[in-house]
């Protein structure tokens, strides 16, 4: 059923009695009520996750069609499920109005950061265009809330959204499936009716009638039609992405074919009422019963969470417990510069990160000073939580997390990288939300690592975690691990590039520099010094920027300039791959190196060594790029004549062949991360 709170839309005058249904939902909580959307999702309610696939779409179809930001309002916003991710959206401004304080708490308490200040985006009152101070917007939308407002109390609210809306804006219901007229439905939330949108639209606006794409509902787009002569039209909505598409119209008289279907539904579900008369009050008790479950549940929930002073104790007391960690059984007093040890959709975590809807339910979760792990979690698709790595989390700590993805309402949890504190975390989540979430973790490491027998140990016991059913499935960004490990998913996980805008990019036939750039740490595994000899010997390089510390002998000192950068920022970084004309990262033991998708994204190209990403290890990009003696700086040197000579001879053809390449890459990408994720 419904999922956010319901408005009567009344404007003005003297108020008319509030209906039973609207007197439920002003009463509701909020807490209780996203409490009871995760019970229904983990029953296998598809409904939701669909609505917020095609409010995605939709959204941002609109967003590429203005090609400008635009201001989105949610009517009847209740606890924040959709301003989760909508308000993340690249290009959009989300607003919330809501005709009820209680369902609005959770949303007020711990809203996205984007919709801060509040007074500018969440409006509440009786009255819509009051409460939202004359204010108009691009996109307003309903998801379940008309279908809790009598049929008398439509024409008003259709009317206050529509005086809400730009001119050329989108009014866009996600509503009950289509009837031919309108009908009361059941006393499920003290009222549900089904109404007959073909006929509620008013003149001189068009409607677009979409079915199928969400089980349980039917999608309605409506705008001006803007015709001299006003009247209504009607056309199918053959996509979310497709809004605008006017080019198969239908007529009433055909819709309200299409809606016999649910009207026989109806009038089945009505005939079986009326036959067992004396069941009049089962609707009640079914409500009620799953109230009563998901207050159970939230109690429960509580009492988990207030208990884990007690399992983090038994969880450190099983191994040695330094006094650090012993303190950290408690909320910790840290120094004013220190970072939070939590971190919820940091700007530096979500400003380059990719947007898919399919992945608004998932949570990524990583380590704030593993640099090259955040990157990749960052520009992946999802909500993100950096947590630190360099102090014991506490018990203050590990409920912010869990509560936090609780808020969410996110059902997939990926943990990047593994220590102590992702030990803990995973095991304190299972506890606190049992299956309601989906556990799962990548290993971004390589099999050449396990001489450190740190990391050896991390990685077995994460397939324990496995094995004792506390992390649903555990997957690689390096190929093959899972010949070896059979708990581990069988395909590659591969990582995105950062999303940059197009001015961010180098410009093709951009005058070369003449300058090279070394992102690497100087280790064995990078072989930086391979790439420094390289760069020295390349007759097409005079200038080199470097990350790393590092001593020459005097007798090796090249006549070359070497720059010296320390730790620069993401954005400084990115200043420096444009500035260049050439990236090196020609390492002995690699998986996916960030430094190669990120200069891929910003136009410029990188020598790198073997991937082993199989058919795109054979587009003529990574053919171009990659090298197979890493170690000898005669082929690092060809590689780096090759990219900088095509990149003189015809840059635009080696532009679109990195383009290409990226284009490739993301597309598996994406798809090999939405298998990972599904169970």
């Known amino acids: ?47 939701y996750r669909q609505q917020e696939q095609v409010l995605t779409q939709l959204v941002q179809a609109e967003q590429q069609r203005q090609e400008r930001a635009l201001d989105v309002l949610e009517f009847g916003c209740g606890f924040g499920r959709h301003a989760a991710y909508l308000s993340g959206l690249p290009g959009v401004r989300y607003h919330g109005y809501d005709i009820s304080e209680a369902m609005l708490a959770p949303l007020r308490a711990s809203p996205p950061k984007s919709l801060v200040p509040l007074e500018e985006r969440l409006f509440v009152g009786e009255d819509p265009l009051r409460a939202t101070g004359g204010r108009q917007f691009d996109v307003v939308f309903t998801v379940s809330v008309l ?27 996600i509503e009950n499936q289509l009837v031919p007229f309108s009908l009361w439905d059941n006393t499920w939330h003290e009222g549900c009716w089904l109404h007959a949108f073909q006929d509620l639209v008013p003149d001189g606006w068009d409607l677009h009638h979409g079915s199928g794409l969400v089980t349980t509902h039917d999608v309605y787009v409506l705008k001006r039609n803007g015709t001299e002569q006003g ?44 036959q067992h008369a ?51 059984l408690e909320p910790a007093h840290a120094h004013p510069q220190t970072p939070p040890a939590v971190l919820f959709d940091d700007a530096l975590d979500t400003r380059w990160a990719n947007s898919f ?31 630190t790595s360099e102090r014991p989390l506490s018990v203050a700590d590990l409920r912010n997390v869990i509560e936090t993805i609780s808020g969410s309402l996110c059902t997939q949890v990926i943990v990047h990288g593994y220590s102590p504190n992702a030990h803990e975390l995973l095991v304190a989540t299972r506890k606190a939300l049992g299956s309601s979430v989906r556990l799962l973790c990548v290993w971004h490491g390589s099999t050449a690592q396990f001489h450190h027998s740190f990391e050896l140990e991390c990685f077995a016991q994460l397939l324990e975690l496995c094995r004792r059913g506390v992390v649903d499935r555990v997957g690689s960004v390096k190929p093959g691990m899972h010949r070896f490990a059979t708990e581990l998913f069988p395909k590659t ?30 280790d064995w595994r990078k072989n930086f010094y391979t790439n420094l000899f390289a760069f020295t010997a390349s007759p097409r390089l005079d200038d080199v920027y470097v990350t790393a510390d590092f001593k020459l002998p005097p007798a090796l000192k090249p006549t070359k300039r070497i720059h010296r950068v320390r730790r620069p920022s993401r954005t400084e970084f990115f200043d420096l791959v444009r500035k260049s004309d050439v990236v090196l990262n020609a390492s002995l033991s690699e998986c996916q190196p960030m430094t190669g998708l990120e200069s891929l994204s910003l136009g410029v190209p990188c020598v790198s060594g073997p ?10 990009y990574q053919r171009l790029a990659q090298v197979a003696g890493v170690d000898t700086v005669e082929v690092v040197e060809a590689a780096i004549e090759q990219l900088l000579a095509l990149r003189e001879r015809a840059p635009v053809e080696l532009s679109q062949m990195m383009a290409d390449y990226a284009k490739c890459l993301s597309s598996d990408a994406v798809q090999i991360l939405e298998d990972f994720v599904q169970p």
């Open 611 to 620: 991937l082993s990403l199989g058919a795109l290890d054979a587009h003529p």
């Open 357 to 387: 809807p399919q992945f608004g339910r998932l949570m990524h979760v990583f380590h704030q000073e593993w640099h090259g792990i955040r990157a990749a979690a960052g520009y992946l698709p999802g909500h993100k939580l950096a947590i």
């Open 147 to 173: 279908i809790h407002n009598p049929i008398e109390q439509l024409p008003k609210i259709l009317e206050s959204m529509g005086r809400m809306l730009r001119p050329g804006g989108l009014l866009v219901l």
């Open 1 to 47: 059923m419904s999922d956010t709170n319901k408005s009567t839309g009344h404007e003005g005058g003297s108020a008319p009695s509030t209906p039973e249904s609207l007197l439920f939902w002003k009463k509701t909580s909020g807490y209780s009520y996203r409490e009871m959307i995760r019970s229904r999702e983990a029953k296998g309610n598809p409904a």
């Open 231 to 274: 009247g209504r039209r009607f056309f199918h909505l053959m996509g979310p992405d497709r809004a605008r598409d006017e080019v198969q119209p239908i007529s009433r008289e055909a819709l309200c074919l299409q809606a016999l279907p649910r009207a026989q539904q109806w009038a089945t579900q009505a005939g079986a009422a009326l």
């Open 278 to 328: 004396t069941r009049s009050g089962d609707v009640r008790v079914a409500e009620l019963t799953e109230r009563l479950s998901t207050e159970t549940e939230r109690f429960q929930r509580r009492q988990r969470l207030f208990s884990l002073a007690d399992d983090l104790a038994g969880l450190r007391g099983r191994r040695h417990v330094s006094g650090a960690e012993a303190t950290a």
């Open 493 to 522: 996980l591969l990582n995105l590039p950062p999303k940059v805008a197009a001015s961010a990019q180098q410009v093709p036939g951009t005058r070369a520099s003449r300058t090279a750039l070394i992102p690497t740490p100087n």
